[in-house]
């Protein structure tokens, strides 16, 4: 099913990754500046340190240890800002459900989003996904997203 683009953008997905990259904006500044730049790998993980924090903030709101603790579950599966928003959608949203192209299409906006919320393209895809182009980097997210998350005790 393919979904109009204004729906994503007014819905959830769209709501979320500007709520998600306005806040990683302002988190950001707490980032090692010597770590972002040692390697990729090291920017991912200094990312994910704030991503932590982005969890937190979100669960405060609406405390579930079990949903906080399936989405950093899901969010170790991947990188970047994009990577943290569908981790949250497939927890709270049930993004896997629907079908590939529905998924391509919504994780396309939530890009946008994320862009338009000031979110630098290394961020959004992280660092380990900068080299490929677009299509490659949502791709590799869709799939990502298509996966069912495996709650853990």
């Given at each position: 099913m393919?979904?109009?683009?204004?729906e994503?953008?007014?819905?959830?997905?769209?709501?979320?990754?500007?709520?998600?990259?306005?806040?990683?904006?302002?988190?950001?500044?707490?980032?090692?500046?010597?770590?972002?730049?040692?390697?990729?790998?090291?920017?991912?993980?200094?990312?994910k340190?704030?991503?932590?924090?982005?969890?937190?903030?979100?669960?405060?709101?609406?405390?579930?240890?079990?949903?906080?603790?399936?989405?950093?579950d899901?969010?170790?599966?991947?990188?970047?800002?994009?990577?943290?928003?569908?981790?949250?959608?497939?927890?709270?949203?049930?993004?896997?459900?629907?079908?590939?192209?529905?998924?391509?299409?919504?994780?396309?906006?939530?890009?946008?989003?994320?862009?338009?919320?000031?979110?630098?393209?290394?961020?959004?895809?992280?660092?380990?996904?900068?080299?490929?182009?677009?299509d490659?980097?949502?791709?590799?997210?869709?799939?990502?997203?298509?996966?069912?998350?495996?709650?853990?005790?």
């Open positions: 393919i979904y109009n683009d204004q994503i953008r007014n819905n959830a997905p769209g709501e979320l990754a500007r709520t998600i990259g306005k806040q990683f904006i302002l988190l950001a500044l707490s980032m090692d500046n010597d770590r972002l730049a040692e390697s990729e790998e090291s920017f991912d993980e200094e990312h340190s704030v991503f932590i924090n982005l969890i937190e903030l979100r669960m405060q709101t609406l405390p579930n240890d079990q949903e906080k603790k399936l989405i950093r899901e969010n170790n599966k991947t990188v970047g800002v994009l990577g943290l928003c569908i981790s949250i959608l497939k927890v709270e949203g049930d993004l896997h459900l629907n079908d590939y192209e529905a998924i391509k299409q919504i994780i396309t906006i939530m890009a946008e989003e994320l862009k338009s919320a000031g979110v630098g393209q290394k961020s959004i895809f992280g660092a380990v996904n900068s080299h490929n182009n677009l490659e980097k949502i791709n590799t997210f869709s799939i990502f997203a298509e996966k069912i998350p495996k709650i853990t005790q």
